[in-house]
C-alpha cells in the first residue's frame, strides 16, 4: 500500500459517517474575539497593528479633512501620477495636484508600474491583526492596481468598516469575490532575515482612518468584461 493509498483511506473514513454529499461538521470552540473593545478601542488597536507592521497611519474626518490629508500624503510621496479606481469618491482626490490616472481593464503590469501611487477605499479592516480587506469593490478596483504601484493609500471607513477580529471579518465578506489581505507593506527576508520590502507589492502603505462613515454606495458590483477584478 502506497502512501497515497493511505491517505486516501483516511479520507474516506473520515467523510463516510454524515449523508451522501454532507460536509463533516467544523468545531467552531475557538474565541471568536479576544476581549471587549469599544469602537475607538478597536480603530486605536487597529492603528497600533498596522503601525507594528510599518504602516504609516493617520486620522481624519471624511468630510472635510480628507481630500487635504490625502493631497499631503500625495506631495509628500512626490507623487506626479495617482492611479484611481472608477468608484473612488471624486472629492476624496479634490485637493491633489497629481495628475489622476483612471484605472483601465486594458492597463498591463508596464502601466501601471509606471504610475506613482494609487488610492483605494477597503472593504473592511481587521483591527486584532492589522489587516486591511480589498474584495475589488467600487472604491477598491482590480487587485492588480493595489500591487504594482510602489506606493498605496488606503483609506478606512471608522467604525463601520472595522471589525476586531478575522472570525468576524469572514462573517461579512463574500467568499466568492476576490479577497485580498493586506497586513503593512510588502517585505519579506532573507536567508540572514535581512528585511526587504516592494518585492511582491507596495513599498510604502499609508491607511487613512476616517472619523466618519461615508454614505452608502450599493453593493460592489460583480467582474464585467469592462471591469475585471484582473
Same mark, same amino acid.
Given at each position: 500500500m502506497t502512501s497515497r493509498d493511505v491517505i486516501l483511506a483516511r479520507i474516506r473514513r473520515a467523510t463516510a459517517a454524515g449523508p451522501a454529499g454532507a460536509e463533516p461538521p467544523i468545531p467552531r470552540d475557538y474565541l471568536r474575539v479576544h476581549g471587549e473593545r469599544t469602537p475607538a478601542e478597536s480603530a486605536d488597536l487597529l492603528a497600533a497593528n498596522l503601525a507594528e507592521y510599518r504602516a504609516h497611519v493617520h486620522r481624519t474626518t471624511a468630510d472635510d479633512g480628507l481630500p487635504a490629508l490625502l493631497a499631503r500624503l500625495l506631495a509628500r510621496r512626490g507623487a506626479r501620477t495617482v492611479l484611481v479606481p472608477a468608484g473612488l469618491p471624486p472629492h476624496w482626490l479634490a485637493d491633489? $495636484? $497629481?495628475?489622476?490616472? !483612471? @484605472?483601465? &481593464?486594458?492597463?498591463? !503590469?508596464?502601466?501601471? @508600474?509606471?504610475?506613482?501611487?494609487?488610492?483605494?477605499?477597503? &472593504?473592511? &479592516?481587521? $483591527?486584532?491583526?492589522?489587516?486591511?480587506?480589498?474584495?475589488?469593490? /467600487? $472604491?477598491?478596483?482590480r487587485r492588480r492596481i493595489t500591487l504594482i504601484p510602489d506606493h498605496h493609500v488606503c483609506v478606512v471607513r471608522? /467604525? @463601520?468598516?472595522?471589525? @476586531?477580529s478575522v472570525p468576524q471579518a469572514l462573517e461579512r465578506l463574500d467568499p466568492t469575490r476576490p479577497l485580498t489581505w493586506i497586513s503593512g507593506p510588502s517585505a519579506t527576508s532573507d536567508i540572514e532575515l535581512n528585511r526587504v520590502e516592494g518585492v511582491h507589492g507596495p513599498r510604502t502603505l499609508d491607511v487613512v482612518l476616517t472619523a466618519f462613515p461615508e454614505p452608502p454606495t450599493g453593493p460592489a458590483p460583480g467582474p464585467t468584461a469592462e471591469h475585471p477584478h484582473f
Amino acid at each position: 500500500m502506497t502512501s497515497r493509498d493511505v491517505i486516501l483511506a483516511r479520507i474516506r473514513r473520515a467523510t463516510a459517517a454524515g449523508p451522501a454529499g454532507a460536509e463533516p461538521p467544523i468545531p467552531r470552540d475557538y474565541l471568536r474575539v479576544h476581549g471587549e473593545r469599544t469602537p475607538a478601542e478597536s480603530a486605536d488597536l487597529l492603528a497600533a497593528n498596522l503601525a507594528e507592521y510599518r504602516a504609516h497611519v493617520h486620522r481624519t474626518t471624511a468630510d472635510d479633512g480628507l481630500p487635504a490629508l490625502l493631497a499631503r500624503l500625495l506631495a509628500r510621496r512626490g507623487a506626479r501620477t495617482v492611479l484611481v479606481p472608477a468608484g473612488l469618491p471624486p472629492h476624496w482626490l479634490a485637493d491633489t $495636484a $497629481a495628475t489622476q490616472v !483612471p @484605472d483601465r &481593464a486594458g492597463a498591463g !503590469p508596464h502601466e501601471l @508600474d509606471a504610475v506613482d501611487s494609487v488610492v483605494t477605499g477597503c &472593504a473592511l &479592516a481587521v $483591527a486584532e491583526t492589522g489587516t486591511l480587506v480589498l474584495d475589488g469593490g /467600487p $472604491a477598491q478596483g482590480r487587485r492588480r492596481i493595489t500591487l504594482i504601484p510602489d506606493h498605496h493609500v488606503c483609506v478606512v471607513r471608522v /467604525p @463601520d468598516q472595522v471589525v @476586531d477580529s478575522v472570525p468576524q471579518a469572514l462573517e461579512r465578506l463574500d467568499p466568492t469575490r476576490p479577497l485580498t489581505w493586506i497586513s503593512g507593506p510588502s517585505a519579506t527576508s532573507d536567508i540572514e532575515l535581512n528585511r526587504v520590502e516592494g518585492v511582491h507589492g507596495p513599498r510604502t502603505l499609508d491607511v487613512v482612518l476616517t472619523a466618519f462613515p461615508e454614505p452608502p454606495t450599493g453593493p460592489a458590483p460583480g467582474p464585467t468584461a469592462e471591469h475585471p477584478h484582473f
